[in-house]
């Protein structure tokens, strides 16, 4: 196992990576430095591969080319279990194929920190329970995970991946099935979770605004293997996010906050 990296070494390292899918590219000679307290968010329109490449960051698919290292480690060295301590994935969906409650799903986010025969302690319970207060949903522990609305169970996610404690949080589509409320708390506590455990965030979003308020920097997607990657508020224009998704954007800019909203024929 590797002993864990100082507070400033870089959580998430890619070094000329290219990714397809079906023989389409997604990008190619991506080269990404994550560092800890920062905030990623990828951007694109649907089927651009977004997914596709958050699951290669995450090590669950390889990469056509390129290297991928958590904490200065590949996944071949650190192994699935070492691995699990280093980076957690928030997928775009849950199944719940087995009866189960609140708790004892947010707890299945303890187990890389378990041996192989251990039990959860109270210590475990505590930490899931903090979790569960953090998004919201303390009162819900003992409800069974199949009666819960699609919100809550996106909340109850969250919370067994923030109980999991990684160092590089990749989370698809996080804001799915949330109210604006809970999109936002949600982002709220991402940002102060990864600043101070100091933690990395890759998000893919779909909302713009939100984008450019709760991320450092910004890769966006074109289609093609083509792509872009900077610091969100120089990257993110109109004429950029137009030809991102297809569609035309203005920028309203008041108090010193931007909002892109889309043009609308009369």
Not at 87 to 104: I, K, M, S, W, Y
Not at 194 to 201: E, F, H, Q, T, Y
């Amino acid at each position: 196992m590797s002993a864990a990296p100082p507070p400033s070494a870089p959580l998430l390292t890619c070094r000329d990576l290219a990714v397809s899918i079906a023989g389409r590219p997604i990008l190619h000679n991506l080269n990404l430095v994550l560092h800890p307290a920062e905030r990623l968010a990828i951007l694109g329109r649907n089927g651009v591969g977004k997914t596709t490449l958050l699951h290669t960051l995450s090590g669950l698919r390889a990469a056509d080319r390129g290297e991928i290292e958590l904490s200065g480690d590949s996944y071949a060295r650190l192994g699935p279990r070492c691995a699990a301590r280093l980076r957690g994935l928030l997928p775009q969906h849950q199944g719940d194929a087995f009866t189960a409650n609140v708790l004892e799903t947010v707890l299945i986010g303890r187990h890389p920190h378990l041996s192989r025969w251990d039990w959860e302690s109270e210590a475990d319970e505590r930490i899931a329970r903090e979790a569960l207060a953090a998004v919201g949903l303390a009162e819900l522990a003992t409800r069974s995970i199949h009666t819960l609305s699609g919100g809550e169970r996106q909340r109850v996610a969250l919370a067994t991946l923030l109980v999991q404690q990684p160092r590089v949080y990749l989370l698809d589509e996080p804001l799915a099935h949330l109210d604006l409320n809970h999109q936002v708390a949600m982002l709220e506590l991402m940002t102060r979770r990864i600043r101070a455990d100091d933690a990395g965030l890759v998000m893919v979003l779909h909302d713009v605004n939100l984008a450019a308020r709760y991320s450092d920097r910004v890769l966006l997607l074109y289609g093609d293997g083509e792509f872009e990657m900077g610091d969100s508020d120089k990257v993110l224009d109109a004429k950029r996010l137009s030809r991102l998704y297809g569609h035309p954007l203005r920028v309203i800019e008041e108090g010193g906050r931007r909002w892109f909203v889309p043009e609308i024929a009369a």
